[in-house]
């Protein structure tokens, strides 16, 4: 500027110095926050870039998320309470002007505003009712859309939409370009037999679920339900690559299928069901396909009169009691049937034109030809019958109910009973039931015999068919040999029962082990299978029969032999099954000890002038242990044998039961029936007396003597039976 002032001359040069050359006014610039909304803010600190959005940046666990500061807040409000006239006052009061003023100061105001703000971090599961739900997390597919539109005299009201696809579909078009479409596949259903389904497509979400309700509304199908639950029989249906089977199940099976034949099925209103999809689970094929195999269903009335037949159910929880579906016109008789024509008669080969299903087998585990597992299952195999037995204890009580006299009147009322009475009268019902069991039991039937001669003559014919299958020259025992040999083994039992480790709680394994072991020596000579292995797998097998569980490894340390204890193990084991055979698996053994408790608990509750009952329990125990080395067991039933040892013990004790006898046990009976009951009693007690008394020398001499005639072929531990036993199995596989 200099140089340009020097150019015009030197005197305006000299004025211009004196001139002030500073700038009047200076601009400052500096940026401001106040002109950006809190959105943009938070976006600038939160935002992320589009590779990191697709990348799933921002959505992960622990991510910020924006706060709206302004909660808690109102324009005015700050830490003192200040009244502004025309922000949060009105400017006039009462024709007069309102003056600011300081009310005071909020000191709660801060921490207010820290609450409110973290609980804004806290995430909070918005709750949906469970009929708004879909199938899964927020998908719309299996979500309710409502009813229908009614119209004219077309009522919806009691019609629900649910959606089974929905997708979002791009099209390429040449002007537009890429252009979204929405596609909604929809049913609907009044859930009493009325279903149908459409499609809609549309811009918008909305559109498309609105058109497909709309034509799922027009396109209504009739679905008839045997008997308003369930299918009328099997069916097998295909569309293009979907295949569905599907069974008829009982009522309260439930729905076991894929969640859109589920779906299908809750709004038709089919409530049993099991269905298997095979191929492709396309939504559209699986309900068209479903829906197909429900028109194509037959009516029993149909398949009669078409096939002259009659249509018979067999349920197996009725008991397969036939049950009429429908009758024929013109039935075909029985003869005249052809002989391979025997697929026409089952309904579902009729309909699938005699084809099957092909199921996998089920694969088996691998321990399941482990000898373990199969003495798992032989232990297991008593429960498989509890079902049946534990259906036939209802029945019997239900008879009895039915054969009072009583019945079906309204009883009338009785006092509170006490908790005593209670007891008593449940024990002396289960007592009554065990009586009923026994009646229709084994142990009645085929092992309860006339007399003591028919039994000596079955245990005759074993000695001498033993001698005669030898054919040898040689000192054989003798019956009345064998019977002492026998009652020694009966007297090991208890010994070895009373010395087991750990003690046997259960007193009826005792009981179950002498019978098993007087029932195999009933039809086999102890020559032919030495007692001495016989009466330790009769405590085993007892053990496991009345549920005192223990291991063989267990078992054997309770045995002093200088034998191996693994080939002590191996021996009882392989003779168990023999021994089950030689009882033809009739293992249920009816104990006199229950009755005994029960006769006990019915005087404890009908005598009350007895002042100690329990002093009843130690002859009677007494007498039982005694009663089990004998043939009684074989002669009468549990309960005569009870109330023998209760008889005999009242003697011992010199307690007077002639008023329970006449007016409780015996009030029932005829002067014949009476007289039947002492002769039992005197027979009973007779044999009890005339048990023999062993000696040890002789029973020393007959051991020696069945050692020189005992069959080594049926030693357990022999090799002869060792090939035996394996080549006998060899051949069962």
């Known amino acids: 500027m200099i140089n340009l002032l020097t150019k015009l001359g030197p005197s305006l040069a000299k004025k211009s110095l004196k001139l002030n050359l500073m700038p009047k006014s200076v601009v400052l610039t500096q940026i401001e926050h106040f002109n950006y909304r809190a959105d943009d803010l938070w976006k600038s600190v939160l935002s992320v870039s589009s590779q990191g959005s697709k990348k799933g940046r921002g959505k992960r666990r622990g991510g910020s998320k924006a706060k709206d500061l302004n909660l808690g807040q109102n324009i005015g409000d700050g830490k003192l309470k200040i009244e502004w006239p025309g922000l949060n006052v009105d ?47 927020s998908s719309l597919n299996g979500k309710s859309i409502g009813q229908p539109i009614s119209y004219d005299d077309v009522d919806f009201s009691k019609f629900d939409s649910r959606i089974l696809e929905y997708k ?259 024990f002396i019902i289960f007592l009554a039931l065990i009586v009923q069991m026994f009646n229709s039991s084994t142990q009645k039937s085929n092992w309860l015999f006339k007399d003591a001669a028919q039994l000596a003559e079955l245990r005759r014919k074993a000695n001498s068919d033993y001698i005669k299958r030898q054919n040898v020259d040689r000192n054989f025992l003798t019956y009345e040999e064998e019977k002492i040999i026998l009652l020694h083994y009966e007297y090991l039992i208890k010994q070895f029962c009373a010395h087991f480790q750990p003690p046997l709680t259960i007193i009826a394994v005792v009981g179950t082990s002498i019978a098993y072991f007087k029932r195999f020596y ?76 029960g006769f006990l608990l019915d005087v404890k509750t009908r005598c009350p002038e007895i002042p100690n009952v329990e002093i009843l329990r130690t002859f009677g125990m007494e007498f039982l242990d005694k009663i089990l080395n004998t043939d009684a067991f074989f002669l009468y039933p549990p309960s005569q044998i009870a109330l023998t040892a209760i008889v005999y013990s009242s003697s011992k004790n010199k307690i007077d039961l002639d008023r329970y006898c006449q007016s409780v046990l015996l009030s029932a009976m005829n002067n014949d029936e009476i007289k039947h009951v002492c002769k039992i009693i005197k027979n009973i007690n007779r044999l009890h007396k005339e048990i023999p008394v062993l000696n040890q ?37």
Do not use: W
């Open 522 to 597: 009933l039809r086999n000579s102890c020559m032919e299978y030495h007692p001495k292995d016989i009466f330790l797998i009769c405590i085993y097998l007892a053990c496991k029969i009345e549920e005192f569980n223990i291991s063989i490894h267990q078992f054997i340390q309770n045995i002093k032999s200088n034998e191996q204890k693994e080939e002590l193990a191996n021996a009882i084991l392989n003779l168990e099954l023999l021994l089950m055979e030689k009882l033809d698996f009739e293992l249920r053994i009816h104990n006199f000890y229950r009755p005994f408790e």
């Open 91 to 137: 400017i006039m009061n009462r024709q007069q002007v309102t003056k600011m003023k300081i009310i005071g100061e909020d000191t709660e105001r801060e921490k207010r505003l820290v609450e409110i703000r973290n609980k804004m971090d806290k995430f909070r599961r918005i709750s949906i009712a469970p009929h708004e739900r879909g199938f899964t997390g």
């Open 168 to 426: 979002t579909m791009i099209a390429h078009k040449s002007i537009l370009g890429k252009k979204k479409t929405a596609s909604c596949f929809a049913v609907t259903g009044n859930f009493d037999g009325i279903i149908g389904y459409g499609l809609g497509k549309g811009s918008t979400a909305s559109g498309a679920i609105k058109m497909s309700k709309s034509r799922a509304s027009q396109r209504l199908l009739y679905i008839d339900r045997c008997e308003g639950r369930t299918l009328y029989h099997d069916f097998y249906e295909e569309y293009y690559f979907t295949k569905i089977y599907a069974e008829r199940k009982p009522k309260g099976y439930g729905l076991r299928c894929h969640r859109i034949i589920k779906l299908l099925c809750e709004l038709i209103g089919i409530k049993d069901l099991y269905a298997k999809i095979e191929g492709s689970r396309n939504p559209k094929n699986i309900t068209k396909a479903f829906l197909s195999g429900l028109l194509n269903q037959r009516k029993y009335a149909d398949i009669a009169k078409e096939k002259n037949l009659h249509v018979v159910e067999f349920k197996p929880e009725m008991n397969y009691f036939p049950l009429v579906l429908a009758q024929a016109e013109n039935p075909i008789e029985e003869n005249n049937l052809q002989a391979n024509d025997k697929y026409q008669r089952n309904i579902n080969l009729y309909l699938f034109e005699n084809r099957n299903r092909l199921e996998k087998k089920e694969k088996m585990p691998f321990y399941y030809n482990y000898p373990s597992y199969k003495h798992y299952c032989m232990l297991r195999d008593r429960e498989s019958e509890q079902r049946k037995a534990r259906i036939e204890r209802h029945r019997i009580l239900s008879d009895e109910r039915l054969l009072e006299h009583n019945y079906p009147k309204k009883p009338k009322p009785k006092a509170e009973a006490s908790n005593l009475e209670v007891y008593f009268r449940e």
């Open 697 to 733: 020398d002789e029973i020393n001499r007959i051991e020696k003597k069945l050692m020189n005639c005992y069959s080594v072929e049926n030693d357990p531990r022999s090799k002869s039976f060792k090939e035996l036993n394996l080549r006998s199995l060899n051949e069962d596989d």
